[in-house]
């Protein structure tokens, strides 16, 4: 085995090293098991990457007549070693669930070693769908060629969705006033204030919801399986496929929450000024067509959830929080997005 990159270990504490390297050592002593080759493999360092709850790495398997990637992705919390394999497992159910679908799929996991809190897959031809929405869908991106090719992969990623919440569908429906909405809004600006978010708009989102849900509360809504972080970086596209991966938070609930929370999360990028916000409505629109495909959707309930995510979006809006010039300009400008866009439609 080739020892971690140099600048590798300038990021890495002493304890991830020894993970990472004991699960090497358990790939290539049991490599059989685990790539099904006749031949031990050597594992090659590519990259390493570092996520807000985890740290991934990235290797190359050189093997007798195979090269293939892996990502081995260990857990911050390294409590959280069931949830790694709940993880593994339903990467594998779901993988399995999917081969009848030539053009969509999910990554396909390798191996979990749990006492490490570590799930390792494979890796994915092609490029996250965030990566090509950056990089097409910028005012100066003129080739209308790649941007309709763009357009495509945003309608396949919808459909990649209807097809993951029939694959995970339950027998049981909720009512729109028990999804917790509310609870989740109020919850959010609790952070807004911290953020020093403080705006009378608050009290104008709580009084639209609440003559919502007035309206709308005994509304039953489908259940299923939710990815829990659906959006463009976790989408993997390429000529042939959808691909789709990480799913540390899978739970079952609403069908609406993972269509808000893709849609909320394309949908801020119209605040930067570099973006064509007609492409990003486009592209939108696009997604909800190959969402909506052959199946009921309420369009007044996805808005209540696309409000809910546009609400914790801003939360996460990383560079409000510092204090330099860029971050007091940033902070003004989009902070104005929001609440232009809140005013828009909590009317």
Known sequence: MRSIRLEYLNQMSEQNTKILNSAIEELQTNYRHYFHLHEKPELIPITYLERAHSFIWKYRIDGHATRKGIYIKNHKNHCSGENC???????????????QYPLHSVIKPVACFPEHSIIITED?????????????????????????????YCFSTGEWLKLFQ???????????????????????????????????????????????????????????????DFVPHNVIVNHERIIVFD??????????????????????YAKNPLYNSKKINHLLNLFIEGYRKERDFSSEIFDLFVICGMVNSLTREDALSGNTFFHKCYRRRVISFYIQWFSEHCI
């Not at 031809?125 to 060629?145: V, Y």
């Not at 799913?247 to 801020?268: C, E, T």
């Open 85 to 99: 394999k709940t993880e593994y497992e339903i990467l594998k159910n779901l993988h399995a669930a999917f081969d």
């Open 124 to 152: 994915a031809e092609g490029e996250e769908l965030s990566a090509q929405i950056k990089q097409r869908a910028k005012h100066f991106s003129l080739d209308q060629t790649k941007f309709m090719e763009l357009a495509t």
């Open 166 to 228: 029939s694959v995970t569908q339950l027998t049981r429906r909720i009512a729109l006033r028990e999804c917790g909405l509310m609870e989740s809004i109020l919850k959010a600006f609790k952070r807004w204030n911290k953020l020093g978010v403080n705006s009378p708009m608050q009290f104008q989102i709580i009084r639209y919801f609440e003559q919502q849900i007035a309206k709308l509360g005994s509304e039953m809504i489908e259940m299923s399986g939710q990815h829990g």
């Open 247 to 268: 799913f540390p938070q899978y739970r079952n609930g609403p069908i609406y929450y993972d269509v808000a929370r893709f849609y909320s999360s394309l949908l801020p």
